[in-house]
């Protein structure tokens, strides 16, 4: 059995392209991470490819589950920290499957929690500049106005607030009442952020560069944005009316 104090999720949904890929190259990295695969019921076989890979080489360090049809980006991940926590690993990431998430960033990301002692790392497009390649220029500003914006109505001092690209401290899941985080899409990422900045959680960015999808088709769009556009007031009223958790 390949021990790992580390799990990295990767949300799917028709991802053939990319998931045994993205699979073997976090597996390649010299520290030992386990993989949890949250799939939305992908009809073009995206669990298959993980099913078999689970049946031939990585039984021990790979983990799927598998959902009825798509149920948001902000669900996936909460049903994976809970598995996650429930299975008892101290480190829990998040990551995409399409390499717009370097693997090779997730050790970077671990020493920021393991050794230099923060609860939540992010890997953060905009900490030293714009780190983005290949993103039209569109998304570039849509995405970085978004984190502008959030800084500005909520005071939160992160630059990339919608950054999907992060490392948790056991403690920090186990703390944020995970059942009462609402949003569903990009949201989610502010939301968390949001709530571990208020509990009292140490933050670091740690800068990445962040590359849009090789393969596949991107999952954004306006809907999405919307959700986070119009959350991040409701995340405002919230900073000054909710009750937060204690840090144990």
Same mark, same amino acid.
């Given at each position: 059995m390949n021990k790992s104090d580390s799990i990295v999720i990767i949300p799917t949904y028709n991802e053939k392209e990319n998931i045994e890929k993205i699979i #073997?190259?976090?597996?390649?990295?010299?520290?030992?991470?386990?993989? $949890?695969? =949250?799939?939305?019921?992908?009809?073009?076989?995206?669990?298959?490819?993980?099913?078999?890979?689970?049946?031939?080489?990585?039984?021990d360090r790979l983990f799927i589950i598998e959902r009825s049809g798509k149920q948001g980006l902000?669900?996936?991940?909460?049903?994976?920290?809970?598995w996650s926590l429930a299975h008892g690993y101290d480190y829990v990431f998040e990551m995409d499957a399409d390499f717009s998430h370097d693997p090779n960033d997730l050790p970077r990301l671990y020493a920021a929690c393991h050794d230099?002692?923060?609860?939540?790392?992010?890997?953060?497009? *905009?900490?030293?500049?714009? @780190?983005?390649? @290949?993103?039209?220029?569109?998304?570039?500003?849509?995405?970085?106005?978004?984190?502008? *914006? !959030?800084? $500005?109505?909520?005071?939160?001092?992160?630059?990339?607030?919608?950054?999907?690209?992060?490392?948790?401290? #056991?403690? !920090?899941?186990?703390t944020i009442e995970l059942d009462k985080i609402r949003f569903k899409g990009y949201g989610f990422q502010i939301e968390m952020k949001y709530t571990a900045y208020k509990i009292g959680f140490?933050?670091?960015?740690?800068?990445? =560069?962040?590359? @849009? #999808?090789?393969?596949?088709?991107?999952?954004m769009s306006g809907g999405i944005f919307g959700e986070a556009f119009f959350g991040v007031m409701r995340l405002r009223w919230d900073g000054w009316t909710r009750k937060y958790p204690k840090i144990n």
């Amino acid at each position: 059995m390949n021990k790992s104090d580390s799990i990295v999720i990767i949300p799917t949904y028709n991802e053939k392209e990319n998931i045994e890929k993205i699979i #073997r190259a976090v597996f390649s990295l010299e520290k030992c991470f386990h993989i $949890l695969v =949250i799939d939305d019921g992908s009809p073009d076989g995206t669990a298959g490819i993980v099913h078999r890979l689970i049946d031939g080489e990585f039984g021990d360090r790979l983990f799927i589950i598998e959902r009825s049809g798509k149920q948001g980006l902000g669900t996936a991940y909460i049903t994976g920290f809970k598995w996650s926590l429930a299975h008892g690993y101290d480190y829990v990431f998040e990551m995409d499957a399409d390499f717009s998430h370097d693997p090779n960033d997730l050790p970077r990301l671990y020493a920021a929690c393991h050794d230099e002692g923060y609860d939540v790392a992010i890997g953060s497009r *905009y900490v030293s500049g714009v @780190n983005v390649v @290949n993103w039209p220029i569109g998304r570039v500003l849509m995405s970085y106005f978004a984190s502008q *914006y !959030v800084r $500005l109505v909520t005071g939160f001092k992160v630059h990339d607030t919608t950054a999907g690209f992060k490392c948790y401290r #056991r403690k !920090v899941l186990e703390t944020i009442e995970l059942d009462k985080i609402r949003f569903k899409g990009y949201g989610f990422q502010i939301e968390m952020k949001y709530t571990a900045y208020k509990i009292g959680f140490k933050i670091k960015e740690v800068p990445v =560069i962040f590359v @849009n #999808r090789r393969e596949g088709v991107s999952k954004m769009s306006g809907g999405i944005f919307g959700e986070a556009f119009f959350g991040v007031m409701r995340l405002r009223w919230d900073g000054w009316t909710r009750k937060y958790p204690k840090i144990n």
